[in-house]
C-alpha cells in the first residue's frame, strides 16, 4: 500500500511559479513509476508528466513541455512538479499517482492517487 500526499499548490498571478511535492509512504516507493495528472472544473482528469522509478525517462503533455519539469527524490521519497510560465488555462486540482507497471499517461494505469492540490492561476 502506498499512501500519497502532495502540497505546494496555491494562487498565483499568471507568469509566476510554483512547485508542487507529493510524498509517498512506504519503502517501496523508488519501484514506482510516479505521474502528475490535473483536473479543471467541469473537465475529466487530465494526463500532465510521468517520470520512470529511476528518473532517467519522462514525458509530458503538450501544453506544458518547456514550462514543467517531473523529478523525484527516491531517497525522500517525494515526486516534484515544478511549474513555471503559468497560465489561467492551468488552474486545476494537481493530483500525484504511482503506476507499478511504469511510466504511462494513461490515469487507468496508475495504482494509488493523493488526495490532491489546489492550483490556481489568475489573469
Known amino acids: 500500500q502506498v499512501q500519497l500526499v502532495e502540497s505546494g499548490g496555491g494562487l498565483v498571478q499568471a507568469g509566476g511559479s510554483l512547485r508542487l511535492s507529493c510524498t509517498a509512504s512506504?519503502?517501496?516507493?523508488?519501484?514506482?513509476?510516479m505521474g502528475w495528472f490535473r483536473q479543471a472544473p467541469g473537465k475529466e482528469r487530465a494526463f500532465v508528466a510521468s517520470?520512470?522509478?529511476?528518473?532517467?525517462?519522462?514525458s509530458y503533455t503538450g501544453s506544458v513541455k518547456g514550462r514543467f519539469t517531473i523529478s523525484r527524490e527516491n531517497a525522500k521519497n517525494t515526486v516534484y512538479l515544478q511549474m513555471n510560465s503559468l497560465k489561467p488555462e492551468d488552474t486545476a486540482v494537481y493530483y500525484c499517482?504511482?503506476?507499478?507497471?511504469?511510466?504511462?499517461?494513461?490515469?487507468?494505469?496508475?495504482?494509488?492517487w493523493g488526495q490532491g492540490t489546489q492550483v490556481t492561476v489568475s489573469s
Open positions: 499517482a504511482a503506476a507499478r507497471r511504469g511510466m504511462t499517461g494513461n490515469a487507468f494505469t496508475y495504482d494509488y
Open positions: 512506504g519503502r517501496t516507493f523508488s519501484s514506482y513509476a
Open positions: 517520470i520512470t522509478w529511476s528518473g532517467e525517462s519522462t
